[in-house]
């Protein structure tokens, strides 16, 4: 419940929003009719548009609006001399135990000591499992056809580093910019899609000279927290972080993190990273190829730094969907809203014939024909118009478009307004360029 309202955020929000997911079509538990599948999910109709929306947000701000950023999208099934180089067949490990009475499996520093299962403090040693995704390419399964399934995109920039510079002729300061799935066996995903095995990120990698990577470090920081709030995170529910030196991964000199007021505390949405020259230097060394920029004017060789912006794009959109959840009251009835940016909303409008009437369906048909150049548009012609305002607000959608009797004679249409349900009247003749303009395009 927002600050506007003076309520309180209710104890079991998290449960809520997950209802509401399954409920409207965000979020289903993979393979429920076999009664699922060990915490993966399915993006359901309206989720699968508001995690477009996300990285799309995400998109636009890294790479359409910059021209030092360039797009890359890399394989997901990867050689394993990349993860042998990057360090992370070694390293990328977490701490795992087992609880000696219920033979549970825990990750060690999440637990404190305590089996969260059944309370015994019997637990064996600490091991480092490695959390990558091992599989075969082809048909024998054999340690020659081993292959990985990639824990983070990144290594798909840096392994591709010489290609894009020799590409695009771009120089230092640069970015290769990349979005997608990325699969980490993790031994307690947690947290609805906070924590899955199966996830999607947005990375960049910004390749800098080494004496410039403090200036960078610093910047990108405050450009990824600026992203958050601009799309609606209320600023007491964000926060920076920068990590203890014992807490560094394993290639990172310094690290941020841009953390949520997630409903069980602060936690993590995006780490900034100083990956230093670790990753070029290691692919370099394990390859023989140079991974280095030669600059011709000054005649300077180096390898760069490169700072790190990584998201991740399920978990954010689930810290927008926990922040935009409210419940509220319209003239006397209790109705629940998502307040979503309209850039994030799974739809920006929704065409609302007040009745199935033969003369009223084809004008809206016609209206929703004007608005869906310009946005992902509902049409929806069942119940009455009161109970589609509600369903609408449950969903975000920020415009319902009315099309009534009036309409036939006038030419104009109801526009209402989901926090406000304030309406205007609005000529069709002026409707898209007035949704439009109101959703900033
Ligand atoms: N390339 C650096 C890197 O991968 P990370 O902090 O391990 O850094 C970046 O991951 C982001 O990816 C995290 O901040 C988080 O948003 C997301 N992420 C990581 N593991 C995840 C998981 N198991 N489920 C959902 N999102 C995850």
Redo the contacts with the bound molecule.
Sequence with gaps: MTEETGAQQPDDLVERVVNLCKRRGFIFPSAEIYGGFRSTYDYGPLGALLLRNVKDAWWRAMVQRRDDVVALDAAILSAPKIWEASGHLSNFTDPLVDCRNCHERWRADKIEGQCPNCGSTDLTEARAFNLMFKTFAGPVEEDATVAYLRP?T?QGMFVNFVNVLQTTRKKPPFGIAQVGKSF?N?IT?QNFV????E?E?M?MEYFVRPADAQKWFDYWLDERFRWYLDLGIPPDKLRLRHHEADELSHYSAATADVEFLFPWGWD????I?NRTDFDLKAHSAASGEKLEYFDQASGERYVPYVI?P???A???MMAFLLAAYDEDEVGGEKRTVLHLDPRLAPYQAAVLPLSKNDALVPLSREVLGQLQPICMCDFDVTQSIGKRYRRQDEVGTPFCVTVDFESLEDGAVTVRERDTTAQVRVPIDTLAAEIGGRLGR
Excluded at 194 to 197: A, G, H
Excluded at 268 to 271: K, N
């Design positions: 983070e990144a980490r993790e995903p906070f924590r899955t095995r996830f990120q990375e993590e949405l995006e780490g990273a790190e990584a998201a991740g399920t978990r954010t």
